[in-house]
Protein backbone atom coordinates (compact mmCIF):
# COMPACT_ATOMS: atom_id res chain seq x y z
CA UNK A 1 0.00 0.00 0.00
CA UNK A 2 1.04 3.47 -0.80
CA UNK A 3 1.76 5.93 1.91
CA UNK A 4 -0.36 9.01 0.51
CA UNK A 5 -3.27 5.73 0.53
CA UNK A 6 -1.99 5.17 4.05
CA UNK A 7 -2.41 8.62 5.12
CA UNK A 8 -6.13 8.74 3.60
CA UNK A 9 -6.96 5.70 5.39
CA UNK A 10 -5.46 7.02 8.45
CA UNK A 11 -7.18 10.83 8.18
CA UNK A 12 -10.76 9.04 7.71
CA UNK A 13 -10.24 6.78 10.10
CA UNK A 14 -9.44 9.81 12.36
CA UNK A 15 -12.19 11.59 11.23
CA UNK A 16 -14.75 8.55 11.93
CA UNK A 17 -13.70 8.40 15.91
CA UNK A 18 -13.40 12.15 16.05
CA UNK A 19 -17.04 12.13 15.07
CA UNK A 20 -18.31 9.21 17.46
CA UNK A 21 -16.02 11.01 20.42
CA UNK A 22 -18.35 14.47 19.33
CA UNK A 23 -21.88 12.20 18.97
CA UNK A 24 -20.86 10.80 22.32
CA UNK A 25 -19.55 14.04 23.86
CA UNK A 26 -22.90 15.64 22.70
CA UNK A 27 -25.39 13.18 24.11
CA UNK A 28 -23.69 12.99 26.95
CA UNK A 29 -23.67 16.82 28.12
CA UNK A 30 -27.26 16.58 26.63
CA UNK A 31 -28.43 14.04 29.23
CA UNK A 32 -26.59 16.09 32.05
CA UNK A 33 -28.12 19.30 31.02
CA UNK A 34 -31.49 17.43 31.41
CA UNK A 35 -31.14 16.23 34.84
CA UNK A 36 -32.73 18.03 37.24
CA UNK A 37 -31.84 19.13 40.90
CA UNK A 38 -34.51 17.69 43.31
CA UNK A 39 -34.04 21.40 44.78
CA UNK A 40 -36.57 22.11 41.05
CA UNK A 41 -38.55 19.01 42.15
CA UNK A 42 -39.15 20.06 45.80
CA UNK A 43 -39.78 24.30 45.11
CA UNK A 44 -42.28 22.84 42.18
CA UNK A 45 -44.15 20.54 44.43
CA UNK A 46 -43.97 23.37 47.18
CA UNK A 47 -43.66 20.34 49.48
CA UNK A 48 -40.67 18.73 51.21
CA UNK A 49 -40.89 15.03 51.90
CA UNK A 50 -38.98 13.76 54.63
CA UNK A 51 -38.90 10.22 56.22
CA UNK A 52 -38.32 9.74 59.77
CA UNK A 53 -38.96 7.40 62.35
CA UNK A 54 -42.24 8.62 63.44
CA UNK A 55 -41.69 6.01 66.53
CA UNK A 56 -38.32 6.98 68.39
CA UNK A 57 -38.72 9.07 71.38
CA UNK A 58 -36.68 12.17 70.63
CA UNK A 59 -35.96 12.08 67.34
CA UNK A 60 -39.29 11.41 66.06
CA UNK A 61 -42.84 10.68 67.65
CA UNK A 62 -46.40 12.16 67.75
CA UNK A 63 -46.93 14.67 70.29
CA UNK A 64 -49.59 13.33 72.70
CA UNK A 65 -51.58 16.42 72.53
CA UNK A 66 -51.83 17.30 69.22
CA UNK A 67 -50.36 14.75 67.41
CA UNK A 68 -48.28 16.59 65.45
CA UNK A 69 -44.71 14.97 64.58
CA UNK A 70 -41.84 16.53 66.69
CA UNK A 71 -38.16 15.90 67.82
CA UNK A 72 -34.75 16.70 66.98
CA UNK A 73 -35.49 15.01 63.46
CA UNK A 74 -38.38 16.05 62.73
CA UNK A 75 -37.00 19.63 63.44
CA UNK A 76 -34.15 19.45 61.19
CA UNK A 77 -36.87 18.41 58.13
CA UNK A 78 -38.48 21.55 59.05
CA UNK A 79 -35.49 23.84 58.89
CA UNK A 80 -35.03 21.98 55.35
CA UNK A 81 -38.65 23.19 54.11
CA UNK A 82 -37.33 26.65 55.58
CA UNK A 83 -34.16 26.93 53.90
CA UNK A 84 -35.98 26.46 50.76
CA UNK A 85 -38.77 28.48 51.63
CA UNK A 86 -42.00 25.68 50.85
CA UNK A 87 -44.86 26.01 53.07
CA UNK A 88 -45.18 22.07 53.78
CA UNK A 89 -43.65 19.08 55.12
CA UNK A 90 -44.95 15.69 54.63
CA UNK A 91 -43.16 13.03 56.75
CA UNK A 92 -42.64 9.65 56.09
CA UNK A 93 -42.66 6.87 57.97
CA UNK A 94 -39.77 4.31 57.32
CA UNK A 95 -38.38 1.80 58.61
CA UNK A 96 -34.65 0.82 59.06
CA UNK A 97 -35.04 -1.61 56.61
CA UNK A 98 -36.66 0.71 54.20
CA UNK A 99 -35.12 4.32 54.29
CA UNK A 100 -32.44 3.70 51.75
CA UNK A 101 -34.39 2.18 49.37
CA UNK A 102 -36.92 4.98 49.71
CA UNK A 103 -34.20 7.56 48.91
CA UNK A 104 -32.86 5.25 45.83
CA UNK A 105 -36.08 5.76 44.53
CA UNK A 106 -36.58 8.98 45.14
CA UNK A 107 -40.06 8.58 47.35
CA UNK A 108 -38.83 10.57 50.05
CA UNK A 109 -36.14 13.79 49.26
CA UNK A 110 -34.18 13.89 52.15
CA UNK A 111 -34.32 10.70 55.51
CA UNK A 112 -33.69 12.47 59.04
CA UNK A 113 -33.79 8.84 60.81
CA UNK A 114 -30.67 8.58 63.02
CA UNK A 115 -29.42 6.83 60.15
CA UNK A 116 -25.15 5.82 60.67
CA UNK A 117 -22.61 6.97 58.39
CA UNK A 118 -20.72 3.56 56.49
CA UNK A 119 -18.80 3.21 54.01
CA UNK A 120 -20.75 0.85 52.68
CA UNK A 121 -23.90 2.56 52.74
CA UNK A 122 -22.03 5.16 51.14
CA UNK A 123 -21.99 3.18 47.71
CA UNK A 124 -25.43 3.82 47.61
CA UNK A 125 -26.57 7.21 48.57
CA UNK A 126 -24.91 10.30 50.15
CA UNK A 127 -24.73 11.62 53.86
CA UNK A 128 -25.00 14.70 54.76
CA UNK A 129 -23.26 15.98 57.87
CA UNK A 130 -23.08 14.35 61.17
CA UNK A 131 -25.95 16.12 63.46
CA UNK A 132 -25.78 13.31 66.36
CA UNK A 133 -22.87 11.72 67.65
CA UNK A 134 -24.33 8.33 69.43
CA UNK A 135 -22.76 4.81 70.62
CA UNK A 136 -24.34 1.61 71.63
CA UNK A 137 -25.51 0.60 74.95
CA UNK A 138 -27.35 -1.78 76.81
CA UNK A 139 -31.27 -1.41 78.24
CA UNK A 140 -32.05 -4.18 81.52
CA UNK A 141 -34.22 -4.40 83.85
CA UNK A 142 -33.16 -3.17 87.06
CA UNK A 143 -33.29 -6.36 88.65
CA UNK A 144 -30.65 -8.09 85.86
CA UNK A 145 -27.77 -9.70 86.49
CA UNK A 146 -26.13 -7.69 82.81
CA UNK A 147 -23.94 -4.91 83.23
CA UNK A 148 -21.76 -5.37 80.28
CA UNK A 149 -21.06 -7.14 77.12
CA UNK A 150 -19.31 -9.56 79.04
CA UNK A 151 -22.41 -10.92 80.73
CA UNK A 152 -24.78 -11.44 77.85
CA UNK A 153 -23.84 -15.54 77.06
CA UNK A 154 -26.99 -17.26 77.36
CA UNK A 155 -29.01 -13.75 77.07
CA UNK A 156 -31.79 -13.11 74.58
CA UNK A 157 -31.22 -10.08 72.85
CA UNK A 158 -33.29 -7.28 71.39
CA UNK A 159 -32.13 -5.90 68.85
CA UNK A 160 -33.68 -3.26 65.79
CA UNK A 161 -33.14 -5.14 62.21
CA UNK A 162 -31.16 -3.86 59.94
CA UNK A 163 -29.32 -1.50 61.78
CA UNK A 164 -25.70 -1.68 62.40
CA UNK A 165 -26.34 -1.87 66.12
CA UNK A 166 -27.65 -5.44 65.06
CA UNK A 167 -24.52 -5.85 63.72
CA UNK A 168 -22.44 -4.32 66.20
CA UNK A 169 -23.47 -6.37 69.07
CA UNK A 170 -23.09 -9.86 67.23
CA UNK A 171 -19.42 -8.84 66.12
CA UNK A 172 -18.64 -8.01 69.93
CA UNK A 173 -19.97 -11.18 71.22
CA UNK A 174 -18.62 -13.15 69.17
CA UNK A 175 -15.13 -11.87 69.60
CA UNK A 176 -15.51 -12.44 73.11
CA UNK A 177 -16.14 -16.10 72.32
CA UNK A 178 -20.18 -15.81 73.12
CA UNK A 179 -22.61 -17.41 70.83
CA UNK A 180 -25.29 -14.37 70.36
CA UNK A 181 -29.01 -15.09 70.34
CA UNK A 182 -30.26 -12.23 68.34
CA UNK A 183 -34.14 -11.60 68.57
CA UNK A 184 -34.71 -9.30 65.89
CA UNK A 185 -37.65 -6.66 65.70
CA UNK A 186 -38.92 -4.24 62.79
CA UNK A 187 -38.77 -1.38 64.97
CA UNK A 188 -36.96 -0.03 67.86
CA UNK A 189 -39.95 0.29 69.75
CA UNK A 190 -41.15 -2.93 68.84
CA UNK A 191 -37.59 -4.63 70.59
CA UNK A 192 -38.30 -2.42 73.75
CA UNK A 193 -41.85 -3.96 73.91
CA UNK A 194 -40.59 -6.89 73.70
CA UNK A 195 -37.59 -6.65 76.66
CA UNK A 196 -40.73 -5.04 78.44
CA UNK A 197 -43.02 -8.31 77.99
CA UNK A 198 -39.92 -10.86 78.98
CA UNK A 199 -39.25 -11.88 75.38
CA UNK A 200 -35.22 -11.07 76.05
CA UNK A 201 -32.77 -10.19 78.39
CA UNK A 202 -31.58 -6.78 77.20
CA UNK A 203 -32.20 -4.30 74.08
CA UNK A 204 -28.89 -2.91 72.67
CA UNK A 205 -29.23 0.28 70.08
CA UNK A 206 -27.80 3.66 70.46
CA UNK A 207 -27.68 5.43 73.91
CA UNK A 208 -29.79 8.33 72.90
CA UNK A 209 -32.81 5.69 71.90
CA UNK A 210 -32.06 3.34 74.86
CA UNK A 211 -32.40 6.63 77.58
CA UNK A 212 -35.40 8.43 75.30
CA UNK A 213 -37.39 4.34 75.42
CA UNK A 214 -36.54 4.42 79.13
CA UNK A 215 -38.01 8.05 80.06
CA UNK A 216 -40.95 7.47 78.06
CA UNK A 217 -41.73 4.13 79.84
CA UNK A 218 -45.38 3.97 82.11
CA UNK A 219 -42.62 2.33 84.77
CA UNK A 220 -39.02 4.33 83.79
CA UNK A 221 -37.78 3.06 87.49
CA UNK A 222 -37.37 -0.26 86.25
CA UNK A 223 -35.24 0.21 83.36
CA UNK A 224 -31.59 1.02 83.38
CA UNK A 225 -28.98 1.62 80.47
CA UNK A 226 -26.13 -0.40 81.75
CA UNK A 227 -22.15 -1.14 80.22
CA UNK A 228 -19.88 1.05 78.25
CA UNK A 229 -20.44 2.24 74.68
CA UNK A 230 -18.81 -0.36 72.09
CA UNK A 231 -19.42 1.30 68.86
CA UNK A 232 -19.15 5.24 67.20
CA UNK A 233 -22.92 6.05 65.82
CA UNK A 234 -22.53 9.34 63.50
CA UNK A 235 -25.36 9.70 63.04
CA UNK A 236 -26.26 12.01 59.73
CA UNK A 237 -29.21 13.06 56.81
CA UNK A 238 -29.11 11.05 53.67
CA UNK A 239 -30.50 11.94 50.19
CA UNK A 240 -29.63 10.95 46.71
CA UNK A 241 -26.29 10.56 45.31
CA UNK A 242 -24.53 13.14 42.50
CA UNK A 243 -26.86 16.40 43.08
CA UNK A 244 -24.45 18.99 44.42
CA UNK A 245 -27.88 21.67 44.52
CA UNK A 246 -29.79 19.52 46.78
CA UNK A 247 -26.73 18.65 49.16
CA UNK A 248 -25.83 22.21 49.66
CA UNK A 249 -29.24 22.42 50.61
CA UNK A 250 -29.39 19.76 53.38
CA UNK A 251 -25.93 20.54 54.28
CA UNK A 252 -25.90 23.95 55.12
CA UNK A 253 -29.20 23.69 56.72
CA UNK A 254 -27.51 21.08 59.72
CA UNK A 255 -24.86 23.57 59.08
CA UNK A 256 -27.18 26.52 60.18
CA UNK A 257 -29.02 25.24 62.55
CA UNK A 258 -25.53 24.60 64.71
CA UNK A 259 -24.65 27.79 64.25
CA UNK A 260 -27.41 28.59 65.26
CA UNK A 261 -27.45 26.76 68.56
CA UNK A 262 -23.74 27.95 69.21
CA UNK A 263 -24.85 31.62 68.72
CA UNK A 264 -27.98 30.77 71.06
CA UNK A 265 -29.87 32.63 68.56
CA UNK A 266 -32.24 28.72 67.82
CA UNK A 267 -35.20 29.68 70.02
CA UNK A 268 -35.20 32.80 67.81
CA UNK A 269 -35.00 31.29 64.19
CA UNK A 270 -38.95 31.77 63.78
CA UNK A 271 -38.98 35.81 64.89
CA UNK A 272 -39.04 38.76 62.78
CA UNK A 273 -36.19 40.91 62.99
CA UNK A 274 -38.06 43.71 64.97
CA UNK A 275 -39.04 41.56 67.88
CA UNK A 276 -35.13 40.49 68.31
CA UNK A 277 -32.66 42.43 70.71
CA UNK A 278 -29.88 44.22 69.71
CA UNK A 279 -27.51 41.70 70.94
CA UNK A 280 -29.81 38.83 69.34
CA UNK A 281 -29.66 41.24 65.88
CA UNK A 282 -25.98 41.07 65.96
CA UNK A 283 -25.71 37.17 66.87
CA UNK A 284 -28.28 36.80 64.10
CA UNK A 285 -26.08 38.91 61.58
CA UNK A 286 -22.95 36.63 62.46
CA UNK A 287 -24.77 33.64 62.33
CA UNK A 288 -26.08 34.76 58.55
CA UNK A 289 -22.03 35.84 57.54
CA UNK A 290 -20.45 32.91 59.06
CA UNK A 291 -23.27 29.95 57.28
CA UNK A 292 -21.65 30.65 54.16
CA UNK A 293 -18.40 29.60 55.12
CA UNK A 294 -16.43 31.94 53.70
CA UNK A 295 -12.75 33.15 52.17
CA UNK A 296 -12.91 36.21 54.80
CA UNK A 297 -14.32 38.04 57.04
CA UNK A 298 -14.39 41.80 58.09
CA UNK A 299 -16.16 42.32 61.40
CA UNK A 300 -16.65 45.59 63.69
CA UNK A 301 -16.58 45.12 67.12
CA UNK A 302 -19.05 41.93 66.59
CA UNK A 303 -18.99 41.27 70.36
CA UNK A 304 -20.14 44.68 71.11
CA UNK A 305 -23.91 44.62 72.91
CA UNK A 306 -23.16 41.18 73.77
CA UNK A 307 -22.92 39.32 77.03
CA UNK A 308 -19.43 37.83 78.13
CA UNK A 309 -20.45 34.24 77.83
CA UNK A 310 -21.65 35.20 73.87
CA UNK A 311 -19.22 37.40 73.37
CA UNK A 312 -16.31 34.49 74.10
CA UNK A 313 -18.48 32.52 72.46
CA UNK A 314 -18.77 34.00 69.49
CA UNK A 315 -14.65 35.03 69.29
CA UNK A 316 -13.90 31.51 69.61
CA UNK A 317 -16.41 30.81 66.37
CA UNK A 318 -14.42 33.62 64.29
CA UNK A 319 -11.31 31.31 65.76
CA UNK A 320 -12.54 27.77 64.47
CA UNK A 321 -13.66 29.36 61.17
CA UNK A 322 -10.19 30.53 60.65
CA UNK A 323 -8.45 26.97 61.86
CA UNK A 324 -10.85 24.49 59.72
CA UNK A 325 -11.70 26.32 56.88
CA UNK A 326 -8.62 28.67 56.12
CA UNK A 327 -10.47 31.41 56.29
CA UNK A 328 -9.05 35.25 57.06
CA UNK A 329 -10.67 36.89 59.67
CA UNK A 330 -10.13 40.96 60.22
CA UNK A 331 -11.57 42.10 63.94
CA UNK A 332 -12.35 45.82 64.41
CA UNK A 333 -12.29 45.29 68.23
CA UNK A 334 -11.98 46.77 72.06
CA UNK A 335 -12.68 43.32 73.73
CA UNK A 336 -8.43 42.91 74.33
CA UNK A 337 -9.16 40.40 77.03
CA UNK A 338 -10.54 38.04 74.71
CA UNK A 339 -7.64 39.29 71.80
CA UNK A 340 -5.13 38.52 73.94
CA UNK A 341 -6.54 35.53 75.99
CA UNK A 342 -6.67 33.64 71.84
CA UNK A 343 -3.73 35.05 71.24
CA UNK A 344 -4.99 36.53 67.98
CA UNK A 345 -1.80 39.21 66.08
CA UNK A 346 -2.82 42.41 67.02
CA UNK A 347 -3.19 45.66 65.07
CA UNK A 348 -3.01 49.13 66.66
CA UNK A 349 -3.80 52.39 64.76
CA UNK A 350 -1.67 55.34 66.03
CA UNK A 351 -2.55 59.45 65.32
CA UNK A 352 0.41 61.36 65.70
CA UNK A 353 0.36 65.12 65.63
CA UNK A 354 3.31 66.43 63.17
CA UNK A 355 4.77 70.29 64.13
CA UNK A 356 2.84 71.75 61.02
CA UNK A 357 -0.31 70.92 61.92
CA UNK A 358 -0.99 67.79 60.16
CA UNK A 359 -1.68 64.12 61.20
CA UNK A 360 -0.21 60.92 59.91
CA UNK A 361 -1.63 57.72 60.92
CA UNK A 362 0.20 54.13 60.83
CA UNK A 363 -0.86 50.37 61.64
CA UNK A 364 1.52 48.58 63.63
CA UNK A 365 1.80 44.81 64.83
CA UNK A 366 0.90 44.51 68.28
Same mark, same amino acid.
Not at 14 to 32: D, E, F, H
Not at 38 to 62: E, H, M, N, Q, W
Not at 133 to 140: A, F, H, M, P, S
Not at 268 to 284: A, N
Given at each position: ?9 ? +?? #??? @? ?11 ? @?? /????? +?? +? ?10 ? %? ?12 ? =? ?11 ? %???? $? ?12 ? &?????? =? ?11 ? *? ?24 ? /? ?8 LDDLRGARICVHAG ?12 ? !? ?6 ? $? ?14 ? %???? *? ?22 ? +? ?6 ? *? =? ?11 ? /?? @?? /? ?25 ? !?? !? ?26 ? $? ?15 ? &? ?21 ? #? ?9 ? *?????
Amino acid at each position: MKLSEEVGIL +RK #TLA @YVLAIALTVATVS @YT /VVAQQ +RS +RVDTVRARGKLI %CGISGATPGFSFPD =PTSGRIIGFDADF %CNAV $AAFLDVPEVEFVNL &TSASRI =PAVIAGSVDVVFR *TTTQTISRDDQIDFGPVTFYDGQRLL /VRVGSRIRGLDDLRGARICVHAGTTSERNVSDQLRA !RGIQPNVI $AFQEAAQAFNGLAAGR %CDVM *TTDASQLTAFRATAPNPGEFLVVG +REFSDEPL *T =PIYQENDSKWADV /VN @YT /VWGMILAEELGIAPHLGKLPDSLSTGE !RQ !RVAIGRALAHRPSIVIADEPTASLDPYA $AEKIMSLFIQLANEFNT &TVILASHAWRHVKELGLRRLAHQ #TQHLEDGKLTE *TVVSG
